[in-house]
């Protein structure tokens, strides 16, 4: 810890501010690297770092949603049944003789739906937005099964391109679609009013309020976004797993997307958040993943690391905030 | 007699001796002495930032000095902790008040220390030790209340019966009266003096000058981390206080040249909400129109009602003759209605963004644009903070870090922007040194001097006579008095907001 602060210390004299806001997350990142690298020959060649970035293209998908709407004081448990029943939906509605692409706008629009409901049960009917989305999300994790019948519902070769295409010959599709996403979110948030009025909301709603800034709208095309990126995000699954089944997306995705955007240092309770610190809790969970698997520990520990390095996280960023 | 008021004037039951506390290069204190005597009221004043805070906190234990001693009872404290603190019999009463809402008076008086037999709470010994304690002070308050229903003066009152109770000796009493009116000030006063005729030393925190003249026995005046001079308040009147606290610096009176307001900009018909009953006023262009009131009072609700937060049970507002609709904050900014805040943290600023960012926030707001241009951002900040004189160590710091008269003047500078036609201003200089104050009074008379109508709503009978052209008064939410302000006096209003009848 004492080593980690000293370094932020430094870090914070040298680095532009961007980087020296996460540079104990960047360096617990390559502490990690390191140390896998180390131990296995495996982790640095190109095919196992392809792996990590596609596996982990899903979850940045759906953490550059929450990270917007986190900023603005929101928060969405039901991103990962979204998913779940996105894909599903994709999975059927080819099954049932629909143009692929068709059959994705239309689990594209579904998402865009399901966040607008939620978001106006959040601003119009004034519930909070933990308790409304984590019943939309009970609700949805039962539709995802109803739609696939709790069966595996293979897609054929539909969504190959998506799945397994390549851009330039080398990067994954996947992995392109999510760096894409990330960097747009990352603009909107530091460069368009919408994303400026997100940290206003996020920082004191009724300030923002008095100030003319549209409140209700903007949380209703936050809710809306995250909604249609956890969408995107069940299209990539079941483009990449080439079938839709029980137990994909859902509370794991959830919970392992909402640890990723707090270990980026997006504050739960709104006002702040980067993308720059969301990437790097998503490549972070997936780094500890892909080496808890090459150094061969027992898979039941996944769960262990994945909470202990948000527990850790949080412990920081609360330590950070005191520090003001 | 003699060698016991000898006695009692040397053992004081806290001494600082040089003691000196920098934070990062910042000197907060730079060698303060400061001797409290049992059974005295000493205020300590000053401007912001002079180290008020710093010392009481000092006194609690929250920091420690970085060199200078810490006697309390005439012994040196080597290591003050807030804990250790407390267990020698030193309190503070915050100015945020700290009761639970949820439970009643009596449960707070006694919290973490509720009289139990094998676990089981003692409810009639709870009421009992409850009403003890507060007829022992006077207060009358009933146990059984549930403290969130409590006034905040009666909050207050009871915060200091708890330290009392739990063998506070010294208590250092933060702001109490800060946003009360005349008659809870009163009653805080009145707790005051009981415990001082009973022997317990209090530190006097206050901006309030009137109040710390009446009731304090010495006064220590910082300034700059200094102690500019420690006085017996019995020797200086006020313009001799803020001269001490403002030392060099000048104190601006009410300008001679009197305004010729314009037609009927801002009227308010027969508006009833909340604490407001049928409530009739019409502001002029270039006119400074006060309503004054007890904190607390009517003057309160002219927030929620003018900016749309709440809508009006009745009655009407109209600006320019165009109806604004109620219980709509969009159309109240859209008719050019500008209402500034007394809570610049609850309802006007946004803590964590940058200074130029809150500048830009209301605008923002009303242009609505898609992109963000960072560059015309920082420029019209800086000119903002020229024209208003935001001062700021770094560049462009979240407006949290600021202190509150700078706080102030950004959220003046932000919602002032573009010329409004009529303006609310809530208590516009609470919590603010007194640079900062007559800064911010030049920037209200400059409003009205270009034509804007400015409505002051206020319990600060000192800035409406400053501030205003008319003054009307308001008890228990209805219209007492209207008076141009030529005609009116301080003692008058003085006398009309605590409850007499103009003379």
Known sequence: MTALTALKGQARLALPPGVSRHAGLLTVLLAIGTVTALKSDAFLTGSNLLNVSQQIAVVAVLAAGLTLLMTA??????????????????????????????????????????????????????????????????????????????????????????????????????????????????????????????????????????????????????????GLLAALGGVMLVARLGAASPGTGGLHLELTVVAAVVIGGTALHGGSGTLVGTVLGVVLLGVVANSLNLLQINAHYQDVALGTVLLIAAITNHLRGGSH | ?????????????????????????????????????????????????????????????????????????????????????????????????????????????????????????????????????????????????????????????????????????????????????????????????????????????????????????RITVMRDGRVATVVRSAELDLPALIRAMVGDRLVHERSGTSRSPGKPVLELAGLSGGRLHAFDLTVRAGEVVAVLGPAGDGQCELFRLLTGLRRAESGRVTVNDAEVAPGNVGASLAAGLRCITGDRLSYGL?????????????????????????????????????????????????????????????????????????????????????????????????????????????????EVVRLADRVVVVRSGRIVADLPMDRVTRDDLVTLTAGGEQT
Not at chain 1, 151 to 173: D, N, R, T, Y
């Open chain 1, 73 to 226: 004081g929101g928060i969405d448990f039901s991103l990962g049944a979204i998913a779940a029943l996105a894909h599903g939906v994709v999975a059927q509605l080819i099954v049932a003789g629909f143009n692929e692409w068709t059959a994705v706008g239309l689990a594209l629009a579904l998402g865009a739906a399901i966040g607008l409901v939620n978001g106006l049960v959040v601003t119009l009917l004034k519930v909070v937005p933990f308790v409304a989305t984590l019943a939309t999300s009970t609700i949805l994790g039962g539709a995802a099964l109803l739609v696939i019948d709790g069966k595996s519902i293979s897609i054929g070769e539909h969504l190959v391109s998506l799945g397994f295409g390549e851009v330039a010959g080398a990067v994954p599709a996947l992995v392109v679609i999510a760096m894409v996403v990330c960097v747009a979110a990352g603009l909107v948030l530091r460069w368009t009013a919408f994303g400026r009025n997100a940290f206003a909301i996020g920082g004191n709603e009724n300030a923002a309020r008095l100030a003319g800034i549209p409140v209700v709208r903007t949380k209703l095309l936050l809710y809306t976004l995250g």
């Open chain 2, 1 to 217: 007699m003699d060698l016991d008021l000898e006695e009692r004037q040397v053992a004081p039951v806290l001494e600082l001796r040089e003691v000196r506390k920098a934070f990062g290069g910042a000197q907060a204190l730079a060698g303060v002495d400061f001797t409290l005597l049992p059974g005295e009221v000493h205020a300590v004043v000053g401007m912001n930032g002079a180290g008020k805070s710093t010392l009481v906190e000092m006194i609690c234990g929250s920091f420690a000095p970085d060199s200078g001693d810490i006697l309390i009872d005439g012994e040196r404290q080597a290591s003050l902790t807030p804990r250790r603190a407390h267990a020698a019999g030193v309190s503070i009463v915050h100015q945020k008040r700290t009761l639970v809402d949820g439970l009643t008076v009596a449960e707070n008086l006694l919290l973490g220390r509720l009289p139990t037999r094998a676990g089981r709470v003692l409810w009639k010994r709870v009421r009992q030790e409850a009403a003890r304690a507060l007829d022992g002070l006077g207060i009358d308050i009933a146990p059984d209340a549930v403290a969130g229903a409590l006034g905040p003066a009666e909050q207050t009152l009871v915060e200091i019966a708890r330290e009392v109770d739990l063998g506070g000796r010294v208590l250092v009493l933060d702001e109490p009266t800060a946003s009360l009116g005349g008659r809870d000030a009163q009653r805080i006063h009145r707790l005051v003096r009981t415990l001082r005729d009973r022997g317990t030393a209090i530190v006097y925190i206050s901006h309030h000058l009137d109040e710390v003249l009446d009731l304090a026995d």
């Open chain 2, 350 to 462: 946004v803590p964590a963004l940058s200074v130029n960012e809150n500048l830009d926030l209301v605008r923002r707001g009303r242009r609505r644009p898609w992109l963000v241009r960072w560059r015309d951002i920082h420029a019209q900040g800086r000119q903002a903070r020229q024209r208003y004189g935001v001062t700021t160590l770094q560049v462009d710091p979240p407006v949290s870090t600021l202190s509150g008269g700078n706080q102030q003047k950004v959220l003046l500078s932000a919602w002032l922007d573009g010329d409004p036609v009529a303006c609310l201003l809530e208590e516009p200089t609470n919590g603010v040194d007194v640079a900062a104050k007559a800064d911010i009074h030049r920037i209200v008379d400059d409003l009205a001097d270009r034509g804007a109508a400015v409505l002051l709503s206020s319990s600060d009978v000192d």
